[in-house]
């Protein structure tokens, strides 16, 4: 008799090929109590493992903070490197504050340390002004481009765009081995042994935070490679939920040149929503109308009311008012096929036939089991001959066996352009390379994405007035991609840039060798946003290079560039640093049109689509403004109120119209704003 079976043993047996191993182990063990207890641990141990992918967590990366005073209390390490000893600063040898007394008795002059923080020591940012360029409509949204830390920078959007962003379209590091980037620090390149897991405890704390700047119907794309194409796979599964994929694109690029392997030279673009349910459920769909559509709708039921249902009159209005339209209006493109049938309608060639009006489609289909025609609608086929058969081969014709042999068809996505989308779709990346070349005047970085693809995306899966995030935002593309894109369809899109200023490794290693190092200003002039990212979108809106130089015709298109600062939360609890607090309260108000940066002697400021009062004692006369605007049908969507006082706060909560969004100042900013720890926003 098996141990199992004994009585007293109180364990069902466990049927051939059901339960795991260890379950079935458990079930032979003959001490009663012995088995209770292990199996009870094992549950246990179920309930807390995590199926998926699993890596070492890294700590969060410290930051080096070469712009930020040398006060005491901060951690400090040597400027130039040279060793990376860490020490706390107990006070200066005078009031100048040149020379810092360290926590071991050390002097040394304050010009040759730099600030460190590690993660979990709070940091309030702030925003300065690198450039701005007011190339648009004074009313349009302002894209935004940020030189810092992405994982602070996305923290502070966590504030001002939570729910807010309709795509993101991230290119992070393909953690090859051979693109080293940094950690901590320190660039991570194919001899660490723990690059892997590095990459994957660097990219989800961003992941995690973006997730929550997503709106419902959001959408994300990560552009990856073949060393991490698996990992990411599993790791967005893991923040985004493995229902919320979407696709797995493609994107040939050309061949990899080792005879040793099969290669298609290919990368990858994962798809994600953030609410798959809330996507399908908001009509929100992976294909558009073409640019004028609307337009020529709008005017067909026109001119089909006033023809009384006459359609030769209503066609004959149709054609006159398409002649009137200009020359390069994106109506122009669908004259050729838009017409009326007899029931109002207005169609297009891509969508059905008016009678007779294409012979080329009247022919016979011969089903290729049956050998019978396919049943053909009376006006003929969708699609020339020639398409049809190239369909056929391409696998997008169902041809069914019925009474009739009916024939389907695979409809496929299509963009705006028309042009069919597909999950594999081709595009050297050498176009990329020579046009970032044209515009810069000269090669400046590696491996640039195509804008031409972004537009292609962007345009498929986000409406035209979305706001688009790109968090590794490189050498620009993707503004610029969405800049253009309103160009072409006159959308109101707005881009939010994240980029920093880091070198590559190469160049580090030949500005170390001739003496400089992060903060100086040889080092920070060749750092991608000052070197590659600033020039490259002044370039694209202005049309001039910075040299001064002719590249092509303006963007209308206004565009704020700023750099990320750390500010001291005394001095901001006491408003001492409004100017590097106000662009985060213009960005949470949306970024569009001007901004309230400087305290106002009437104590009280409203732009745009928000305001700010400074004086509590002016509440009165505040409120007055705010609600004529309300009555002029232009209520601010948010408020900022100056006060220490919860019941102040409270009372001009109160005395503001109903339906405003209203934020106590700068008590929420140090909750709200501050980074480098696991808080949570507002």
Same mark, same amino acid.
Not at 519 to 526: C, F, H, I, T
């Given at each position: 008799m098996a141990d199992a079976d004994r009585p007293g043993g109180g364990v069902a047996r466990t049927p051939d090929g059901e339960g795991s191993i260890l379950d079935q182990a458990i079930a032979k063990i003959s001490d009663e109590a012995l088995r209770g207890r292990i199996a009870r641990e094992v549950e246990l141990l179920r309930g807390s493992r995590r199926f998926g992918l699993v890596f070492d967590r890294h700590l969060p990366e410290s930051v080096r903070l070469p712009a930020h005073p040398v006060r005491k209390g901060v951690q400090v390490a040597l400027r130039d490197e040279s060793s990376d000893v860490t020490w706390r600063v107990a006070g200066f040898t005078d009031k100048t504050r040149t020379t810092a007394v360290l926590d071991d008795g050390t002097k040394i002059g304050t010009e040759r340390l730099v600030v460190v923080r590690e993660f979990g020591e709070p940091v309030s940012p702030g925003l300065r002004t690198a450039e701005r360029i007011a190339n648009g409509q004074p009313h349009e949204s302002w894209h935004i481009v940020i030189n810092g830390e992405n994982y602070h920078v996305l923290q502070a959007l966590r504030t001002t765009h939570r729910g807010k962003i309709d795509l993101i379209y991230i290119d992070p590091p393909y953690n090859t081995g051979s693109d080293a980037w940094i950690y901590n620090d320190r660039y991570v390149d194919a001899n660490d042994r723990s690059r892997s897991s590095k990459w994957l405890s660097f990219l989800e704390r961003r992941l995690d935070i973006a997730k929550t700047v997503l709106k419902p119907t959001g959408v994300i794309i990560v552009a990856i490679g073949d060393d991490e194409h698996h990992r990411l796979r599993m790791i967005m599964d893991q923040v985004f939920g493995v229902d919320n994929f979407i696709s797995d694109v493609v994107w040939q690029g050309g061949r990899k040149n080792d005879s040793r392997y099969v290669s298609n030279g290919a990368d990858y673009m994962l798809i994600y929503a953030k609410d798959e349910p809330a996507l399908s459920a908001d009509g929100v769909r992976w294909r558009e109308e073409k640019a004028g559509v609307h337009e020529?709708?709008?005017?067909?039921?026109?001119? %089909?009311?006033?023809?009384?249902?006459?359609?030769?009159?209503?066609?004959?209005?149709?054609?006159?008012?398409?002649?009137?339209?200009?020359?390069?209006?994106?109506? *122009?493109?669908?004259?050729?096929?838009? %017409?009326?049938?007899?029931?109002?309608?207005?169609?297009?060639?891509?969508?059905? *036939?008016?009678?007779?009006?294409?012979?080329?489609?009247?022919?016979?289909?011969?089903?290729? @089991?049956?050998?019978?025609?396919?049943?053909?609608?009376?006006?003929? %086929?969708?699609?020339?001959?020639?398409?049809?058969?190239?369909?056929?081969?391409?696998?997008?014709?169902?041809?069914?066996?019925?009474?009739?042999? @009916? $024939?389907?068809?695979?409809?496929?996505?299509?963009?705006?352009? &028309?042009? @069919?989308? *597909?999950?594999?779709?081709? !595009?050297? !990346?050498?176009?990329?390379? !020579?046009?970032?070349?044209? $515009?810069?005047?000269?090669?400046?970085?590696? +491996?640039?994405?195509?804008?031409?693809?972004?537009?292609?995306?962007?345009?498929?899966?986000?409406?035209?007035?979305?706001?688009?995030?790109?968090?590794?935002? /490189?050498?620009?593309? #993707?503004?610029?991609?969405?800049?253009?894109?309103?160009?072409?369809?006159?959308?109101?899109?707005?881009?939010?840039?994240?980029?920093?200023?880091?070198?590559?490794?190469?160049?580090?290693?030949?500005?170390?060798?001739?003496?400089?190092?992060?903060?100086?200003?040889?080092?920070?002039?060749?750092?991608?946003?000052?070197?590659?990212?600033?020039?490259?979108?002044?370039?694209?809106?202005?049309?001039?290079?910075?040299? /001064?130089?002719?590249?092509?015709?303006?963007?209308?298109?206004?565009?704020?560039?700023?750099?990320?600062?750390?500010?001291?939360?005394?001095?901001?609890? !006491?408003?001492?640093? +409004?100017?590097?607090?106000?662009?985060?309260? %213009?960005?949470?108000?949306?970024?569009?049109?001007?901004?309230?940066? #400087?305290?106002?002697?009437?104590?009280?400021?409203?732009?745009?689509?928000? &305001?700010?009062?400074?004086?509590?004692?002016?509440?009165?006369?505040?409120?007055?403004?705010?609600?004529?605007?309300?009555? *002029?049908?232009?209520?601010?969507?948010? @408020?900022? $109120?100056?006060?220490?006082?919860?019941?102040?706060?409270?009372?001009?909560?109160?005395?503001?119209?109903?339906?405003?969004?209203?934020?106590?100042?700068?008590?929420?900013?140090?909750?709200?704003?501050?980074?480098?720890?696991?808080?949570?926003?507002?």
């Open positions: 020529v709708l709008a005017q067909g039921a026109k001119v %089909w009311a006033e023809a009384g249902g006459d359609e030769r009159a209503a066609t004959a209005a149709m054609r006159a008012w398409f002649k009137a339209q200009p020359k390069d209006s994106p109506v *122009q493109a669908l004259s050729r096929n838009v %017409w009326f049938l007899p029931d109002g309608t207005l169609c297009r060639d891509a969508d059905t *036939q008016s009678p007779n009006r294409r012979p080329n489609l009247q022919y016979d289909l011969l089903h290729p @089991v049956t050998g019978r025609p396919c049943r053909m609608h009376p006006n003929g %086929w969708r699609y020339s001959r020639e398409t049809m058969n190239r369909m056929i081969v391409e696998g997008r014709i169902i041809f069914r066996e019925s009474e009739n042999d @009916v $024939v389907s068809f695979k409809r496929p996505l299509e963009d705006t352009t &028309g042009n @069919v989308v *597909q999950s594999v779709f081709e !595009r050297l !990346r050498t176009h990329a390379g !020579r046009h970032l070349e044209t $515009v810069l005047a000269g090669k400046r970085f590696p +491996f640039p994405k195509d804008h031409e693809v972004l537009m292609r995306w962007i345009r498929l899966t986000a409406p035209r007035d979305a706001v688009v995030l790109d968090f590794f935002g /490189g050498s620009g593309t #993707t503004t610029e991609a969405v800049m253009r894109l309103n160009e072409e369809d006159g959308g109101t899109r707005q881009s939010i840039l994240v980029t920093n200023n880091e070198v590559g490794s190469k160049q580090a290693k030949a500005l170390r060798r001739a003496g400089h190092h992060p903060g100086d200003p040889e080092w920070e002039a060749r750092g991608v946003f000052q070197y590659v990212t600033r020039p490259r979108i002044g370039t694209i809106v202005t049309g001039m290079r910075p040299d /001064g130089s002719h590249f092509a015709a303006p963007l209308a298109a206004n565009v704020e560039m700023f750099d990320l600062h750390y500010l001291d939360p005394g001095m901001v609890r !006491r408003g001492k640093e +409004f100017a590097a607090i106000a662009p985060l309260l %213009w960005l949470e108000a949306g970024a569009t049109g001007e901004r309230i940066d #400087t305290v106002p002697e009437c104590g009280w400021a409203l732009a745009g689509n928000y &305001g700010v009062l400074f004086d509590i004692d002016l509440l009165k006369p505040f409120a007055a403004a705010v609600t004529r605007r309300a009555k *002029q049908g232009r209520t601010p969507e948010l @408020v900022f $109120v100056v006060t220490d006082s919860l019941t102040e706060f409270q009372l001009a909560v109160e005395r503001l119209p109903a339906g405003i969004t209203t934020v106590r100042l700068f008590e929420d900013y140090l909750t709200s704003y501050t980074v480098n720890t696991d808080g949570s926003a507002r």
